[in-house]
């Protein structure tokens, strides 16, 4: 039962933490989602001006420009085949900061042996993403180039414009739970976003995402 990451991977996915292989062998084949609960135990932004960044990506799920301490959160997993038959998995992050609701939307395939990160709402914007497993057997995630994509327009995305995303995420045996660390910074306005936190994950069984978990639009390009 090979899921997108098992296949992007390779033989390191076998050293991942037992329960990291768990969640990221979400999948149409193995049959089963992942939804995970918890606690950012802190969220940051960057300094004032880099606002205005942040509540444009808000617009369409991209970045988040909210901030605090203790923020329940859930991230959905589910796998999909998308409309042009590219098996798909839904990364859709949910948080309540003093009541008001935002959303990280993204949903990644696999393409000529790397996971292309598709985010926001329309899949305007398709980041490549870099794996390695740690010793410790947990997982680094780092992005790389972008491309945005818009109806007749397709170009490589200026990293001036955007931020880089640098996430870990890892199993704890003793408390039980994963923890997740993610940085989000820009080469010229420097850090943008941030969060750690920890959650706890079920595995309901799933071969199809709820509509509501799809992105409004499917880019065939990568």
């Excluded at 993204?106 to 292309?116: F, N, Y």
């Amino acid at each position: 039962m090979t899921s997108i990451f098992e296949a992007a991977l390779g033989e390191d996915f076998a050293r991942l933490h037992p329960m990291m292989r768990r969640r990221f062998g979400v999948g149409l084949e193995a049959g089963y989602g992942c939804v995970g609960t918890g606690v950012m135990a802190r969220i940051r932004r960057g300094p004032w001006w880099t606002v205005p960044f942040l509540q444009l990506g808000k617009v369409r799920n991209i970045l988040i420009p909210d901030h605090g301490d203790d923020v329940a959160f859930t991230v959905h997993n589910f796998p999909y085949l998308d409309p042009y038959g590219r098996e798909t998995v839904t990364f859709v992050r949910e948080y309540s900061i003093r009541s008001a609701p935002s959303r990280f939307d993204a949903t990644m395939i696999l393409s000529e042996g790397r996971i292309v990160d598709y985010l926001g709402t329309h899949q305007h914007l398709a980041v490549d993403l870099d794996l390695a497993v740690l010793p410790d057997g947990s997982l680094h995630l780092r992005s790389g180039a972008q491309r945005f994509h818009e109806g007749g327009v397709s170009y490589r995305f200026p990293m001036l414009f955007s931020g880089r995303a640098d996430l870990h995420e890892s199993f704890d045996d003793e408390a039980g739970v994963f923890r997740i660390r993610m940085e989000v910074r820009n080469a010229f306005f420097g850090f943008l976003f941030g969060y750690e936190g920890e959650f706890t994950c079920e595995f309901p069984p799933a071969t199809d995402a709820p509509l509501r978990l799809k992105p409004l639009r499917h880019e065939r390009r990568v």
